[in-house]
């Protein structure tokens, strides 16, 4: 029996993927949401959404609107990255969520991001990524700059079509010579086991 890697981001691949990226937005509490800057109220519909999730999921990655990378922790699905406003061979705008709350805190979203990152950079042949937290939120604020993502500025700004009025801090990565290395946090670090 093939032993199972720790972590991998790959490209999702099918429709429950996405699926499960929709019931992260969609079951998750009101406080949650609003601690990322995400308005419920914002929500499309929920079919409408997969639909077009989906249809965009086949086009070429040139005309992609967005492109979601699945992260997994020992077998399981725990969390996403995407990127949209994409502008192939120049940059993107990078998004990061680990589902799962009992991995928070624990080094891991670090690392999914640096791979999710140097995916990017090589698919979409990028010279820079973007990254625009919301401003109060440490988790991806500390997540980028552990990474090297440079501090631009904070400004007030309706970062989505998902989201409300709010500060925002925006980083910016610029290609690195070579792959973004692992940070000192090490998966061996995380000892708790993951619950559904």
Request: proline share 5%; with cysteine; hydrophobic share 35%.
């Amino acid at each position: 029996m093939e032993a199972v890697e720790e972590i991998e981001v790959r490209p999702f691949s099918s429709r429950e993927e996405y699926v499960l990226m929709l019931d992260y937005f969609y079951k998750a509490g009101d406080p949650f949401l609003r601690g990322m800057g995400v308005d419920r109220l914002k929500l499309p519909e929920r079919d409408k959404w997969l639909d077009v999730l989906l249809a965009d999921h086949e086009k070429p990655d040139r005309e992609r609107d967005r492109f979601y990378l699945v992260w997994i922790f020992r077998g399981r699905r725990v969390g996403h990255s995407s990127i949209n406003k994409i502008v192939f061979g120049t940059e993107a705008f990078i998004h990061l969520h680990l589902w799962n709350s009992q991995l928070r805190r624990a080094g891991l979203g670090t690392e999914f991001v640096r791979r999710s990152a140097n995916f990017y950079f090589e698919r979409f042949n990028l010279k820079k990524l973007v990254c625009e937290p919301w401003a109060d939120n440490p988790a991806p604020n500390r997540v980028l700059e552990k990474l090297g993502f440079a501090f631009v500025r904070r400004y007030r700004t309706t970062p989505g079509v998902i989201a409300y009025e709010q500060d925002v801090n925006r980083y910016e990565l610029r290609r690195p010579n070579q792959a973004l290395q692992p940070t000192a946090d090490r998966l061996e670090n995380y000892k708790g086991e993951i619950r559904k």
